[in-house]
């Protein structure tokens, strides 16, 4: 497999910032740079321009106060560039190195880090997880739910859940917060949320969830779910380490993702781009006033729950080494996280003709949905609930991120910017 580095403080930006109403900020080389650049990493410079075009008229018409877009070649940086704003309240430029929630794209480093423990000899993917976690010893599944007071029915579960059930959102379990509204209501009322509340433990509050009901049998259905949550507690309890010091000392610093965090530091929390949420039609500050999904401030407030599927704030450049770690094989810049076969496990369908096709921590093109989108077949994705996504293709040797951190936007993203993408590749 071909090795690339990526080196992290390289931006090139392709596209002129001559003449855009719309603010667009970047490290800008010569017009002619540009397009000797885009050349080169297999682009057509004059239709990579769309991709300015699209996000200016987006900015433009409200329906997200920024963007910042990065595509990474055959280890290269190849485009990274803001448009709009980091905060409509103070109307700050948005730059290409600032930091967004990215929520659930924190899964993916959960399943790398749980990987790394497997290749350790630690457990194997097939273990129950009680063996573990003791509080998920005795399963049981919802018969029956009553929204009045939020009590319920349950019947004990047939089988145990395990770890690579965990991996593929195939746990019976359900989501707190964006989940079905019983599960919603069940979670609530045991104080279980997605991103914890000030003062939450993990370990508390995992063993809370392990003594509810699951939605299905364990290995029945695909539910997006709080599995890679529990994950993160496996990884403590495994390793013997907080999942923060793991992230930390076991893949952001060797991988050199300097500005990865569950909580932002002081020293970068001018670059931490505000929460939007649409209402009523309009782009708002986002508030949520009981600490929760939404509230403006949990990256940059003391962090005691370190949330495996949705606590790390990031940025592009950090997270595209994190993607190009993958299509490297498990190695990046002569750091090896992963073997080889380890990469190809993770990257292949786990859940057979269950929908959507998933790995051990990704969304995959398969054939059985080949050409349904312009990506190549194996390629791998997901995104974050603040309209934040990403996806590496392995075939093309290809990063695509986009990021903006707007809650709950009419308009999705990641479909229209693969199109854009892939149409102008030479």
């Given at each position: 497999m071909r090795r690339a580095a990526l080196a992290p403080s390289v931006v090139v930006v392709l596209t002129s910032l001559v003449g855009v109403p719309i603010a667009a900020q970047g490290v800008a080389a010569s017009p002619s740079a540009r397009v000797s650049v885009a050349a080169a990493a297999g682009f057509v410079p004059d239709r990579l321009e769309r991709v300015d075009q699209w996000i200016e008229t987006l900015v433009r018409e409200r329906q997200i106060p920024g963007a910042v877009v990065m595509l990474v070649r055959d280890g290269q940086v190849a485009y990274h560039r803001a448009w709009g704003v980091r905060d409509m309240g103070s109307g700050a430029a948005l730059q290409p190195t600032d930091i967004f929630r990215i929520a659930s794209q924190t899964k993916a480093v959960t399943s790398l880090a749980v990987m790394m423990l497997?290749?350790?000899?630690?457990?194997?993917?097939?273990?129950?997880?009680?063996?573990?976690?003791?509080?998920?010893?005795?399963?049981?599944?919802?018969?029956?739910?009553?929204?009045?007071?939020?009590?319920?029915?349950?019947?004990?579960?047939?089988?145990?859940?395990?770890?690579?059930?965990?991996?593929?959102?195939?746990?019976?379990?359900?989501?707190?917060?964006?989940?079905?509204?019983?599960?919603?209501?069940?979670?609530?009322?045991?104080?279980?949320?997605?991103?914890?509340?000030?003062?939450?433990?993990?370990?508390?509050?995992?063993?809370?969830?392990?003594?509810?009901?699951?939605?299905?049998?364990?290995?029945?259905?695909?539910?997006?779910?709080?599995?890679?949550?529990?994950?993160?507690?496996?990884?403590?309890?495994?390793?013997?380490?907080?999942?923060?010091?793991?992230f930390r000392t076991r893949i952001f610093e060797p991988l050199r993702m300097p500005d990865t965090h569950f909580a932002v530091p002081a020293d970068k929390r001018d670059r931490l781009v505000a929460l939007h949420q649409m209402k009523d039609g309009k782009l708002v500050a986002a508030h949520d006033p009981d600490g929760g999904l939404t509230h403006p401030d949990f990256p940059s407030r003391p962090v005691t729950y370190f949330a495996g599927g949705s606590g790390l704030s990031s940025t592009t450049a950090d997270y595209a080494r994190?993607?190009?770690?993958?299509?490297?094989?498990?190695?990046?810049?002569?750091?090896?996280?992963?073997?080889?076969?380890?990469?190809?496990?993770?990257?292949?369908?786990?859940?057979?003709?269950?929908?959507?096709?998933?790995?051990?921590?990704?969304?995959?093109?398969?054939?059985?949905v080949d050409y349904q989108s312009p990506v190549s077949q194996g390629t791998f994705s997901w995104g974050g609930a603040f309209n934040t996504t990403y996806w590496a293709d392995p075939q093309e040797r290809l990063v695509g991120l986009i990021f903006t951190n707007t809650f709950g936007a009419p308009t999705s993203l990641g479909d229209p910017f693969k199109v854009l993408v892939y149409s102008a590749l030479r």
């Open positions: 497997w290749e350790e000899g630690r457990f194997q993917l097939d273990d129950p997880i009680a063996r573990y976690l003791p509080a998920f010893a005795k399963q049981s599944v919802l018969v029956k739910f009553n929204p009045a007071d939020s009590s319920y029915e349950a019947r004990p579960a047939r089988r145990r859940m395990t770890i690579r059930q965990l991996l593929t959102h195939t746990s019976g379990l359900d989501y707190a917060d964006i989940g079905s509204d019983d599960f919603k209501a069940i979670y609530a009322k045991a104080g279980i949320t997605a991103l914890g509340r000030e003062g939450d433990l993990l370990a508390d509050r995992i063993d809370a969830l392990g003594s509810l009901p699951l939605r299905s049998e364990p290995g029945e259905r695909f539910t997006y779910s709080l599995s890679v949550d529990v994950l993160g507690r496996l990884v403590e309890v495994v390793s013997g380490m907080p999942l923060d010091a793991f994190f993607l190009q770690l993958f299509l490297n094989g498990g190695e990046l810049d002569g750091v090896r996280l992963l073997g080889r076969k380890t990469v190809e496990l993770m990257l292949t369908n786990q859940i057979g003709n269950k929908l959507p096709p998933f790995g051990l921590g990704f969304a995959l093109e398969t054939q059985a």
